[in-house]
């Protein structure tokens, strides 16, 4: 991998500051990148060449006076397309917004820049960021530069496969349902889920919402873990009214080599099916680990009901969402409420009661919610970091019929529902925990995986520290074929 194009952020940085290579040349060099691997591809589908190659220069010229604006200083980088970035249209996919251009930035994107990045582009999302595809009727779709018959994931696909190719320095995406971490894990590049809370999203919505949502994150996507402190302590902090009065300050990992980490694995559950070329992966991985020193506690897991916590996350999520439900699709909602049985668990019947339920049974849940979060903290007082999968399989191959919720994949030669997918998201997601995801190799089917590293709430750095031990330990990222 000889192409600077695959160099961590944080490596780009430090050689536009030693004058290695200019801010501008960098970004040409991207560009062209951008020019000869996104057609197949059809990751990045907005760009502003104008306004980053201005920015390009004015970060050259800084330069070359003995000023410095920050620790991504001259780095290019692209956004997910759901972030408002100004000169570039965020439409979430959707046809009604294909001229949806906001006059600002959205905090993230201000926060990066200001920090020095050249924001060049935006990467491709599915509709409404509801899917582990990324495709809509405004770009098309997006491919996986490790195979082009599969997904790169969503619903910030686009964001990883950009990385993978080598067409971005940097990414940012948001996670609800592991949008986050398993397009991160489906490309073979590193995502952190962060502390929800921390990283102010504003900006990073549909029009005329400014109320961060339960659950949705939003976060970095890079081709090394290093990357993503750097971004995490640019991005987060507090915006707006919470700026008044508190400030924020993550813990600082105290663990680096492979013996200062105690874990729980967790690399199955009896309520999923679970491709063997993936678990196989996750464990030659964690072998490895221990190899070296790192101390697994046998048997240690969240003291709760696995089914039941993958039931109210749905219910979460969907209650979540439930703002973007139209009045008639509603109607169909309680339509289909009225005629489940009690003891339907399927992901449709859990969808309808979230996106129908009472507030009073919203607060019912969110208190069983925090019930549980309690179990997670009492076992994050038996080790530092759970080590788990972010999904079921490696990258599926395209599927866009119908509706997605009616759609299955294959598993181990079994038919399941794709939703099924969701139960890893959920695990760490429902809990408002952080968890980093960083790839571990390739399976046996030649496609990438990537680890689910999950920590307590409040220390993402110590997810991160895992992942830069791994990276160092095992190895990391790995540019696929044909990009190089």
Request: proline content about 6%; overall charge negative.
């Amino acid at each position: 991998m000889t192409d600077i194009a695959f160099a961590p952020a944080h490596e780009l940085a430090a050689k536009i500051r030693s004058k290695e290579i200019g801010s501008r040349e960098l970004l040409e060099h991207y560009l062209a990148r951008v020019e000869k691997y996104n057609p197949p591809l059809n990751a990045i589908i907005a760009t502003d060449y104008e306004g980053a190659r201005k920015a390009a220069d004015d970060a050259d010229a800084a330069l070359a006076r003995g000023e410095v604006s920050g620790p991504l200083h001259g780095v290019p980088m692209t956004f997910k397309e759901s972030y408002d970035a100004v000169h570039m249209p965020t439409t979430w996919g959707l046809e009604h917004l294909a001229k949806n251009v906001p006059d600002e930035d959205s905090v993230p994107v201000a926060r990066m820049k200001a920090a020095g990045a050249v924001v060049f582009g935006k990467t491709n999302v599915p509709v409404l960021l509801a899917d582990w595809q990324s495709f809509n009727p405004v770009y098309g779709s997006t491919n996986n530069p490790w195979d082009l018959s599969r997904t790169p994931g969503g619903s910030s696909g686009g964001s990883a496969a950009a990385l993978a190719a080598g067409l971005t320095g940097l990414e940012a995406g948001s996670d609800i349902g592991a949008s986050i971490r398993n397009p991160a894990h489906y490309c073979g590049v590193y995502g952190h889920k962060p502390t929800w809370g921390i990283l102010p999203p504003r900006g990073h919505a549909m029009p005329g919402t400014i109320t961060p949502s339960d659950i949705s994150v939003i976060g970095p996507l890079a081709r090394s873990a290093e990357d993503l402190e750097i971004s995490l302590d640019i991005m987060a902090g507090p915006h707006g009214l919470d700026a008044a009065c508190w400030t924020l300050t993550l813990p600082e990992a105290t663990q680096r080599e492979p013996g200062d980490f105690k874990v729980a694995v967790v690399l199955e559950d009896q309520n999923l099916d679970q491709d063997t070329v993936l678990t196989d992966a996750l464990q030659k991985a964690i072998d490895a680990l221990a190899a070296r020193g790192m101390k697994i506690v046998s048997g240690a897991k969240p003291a709760f009901d696995t089914k039941e916590a993958h039931s109210l996350y749905i219910r979460l999520l969907r209650a979540a969402t439930s703002g973007r439900v139209n009045d008639e699709e509603m109607a169909k909602q309680h339509a289909l409420l009225a005629e489940l049985g009690d003891d339907d668990d399927s992901y449709i019947a859990e969808m309808a009661r979230g996106n129908t339920m009472l507030h009073r049974d919203w607060i019912k849940l969110n208190n069983r919610r925090n019930q549980m979060r309690e179990t997670w903290q009492a076992l994050f007082e038996e080790v530092d970091l759970l080590l788990c999968p972010i999904a079921s399989t490696t990258a599926f191959p395209h599927d866009q019929e119908g509706e997605r919720i009616h759609r299955k994949i294959v598993v181990n030669n079994k038919l399941v529902p794709v939703t099924d997918q969701l139960f890893w998201a959920g695990y760490t997601g429902a809990f408002n925990l952080p968890s980093t995801v960083a790839p571990v190799g390739l399976a046996s089917d030649g496609l990438p995986v990537g680890l689910q590293i999950v920590a307590p709430h409040g220390h993402d750095k110590r997810a991160i520290a895992f992942a830069k031990m791994m990276e160092r330990e095992i190895g990391g990222f790995v540019a696929p074929k044909g990009y190089e």
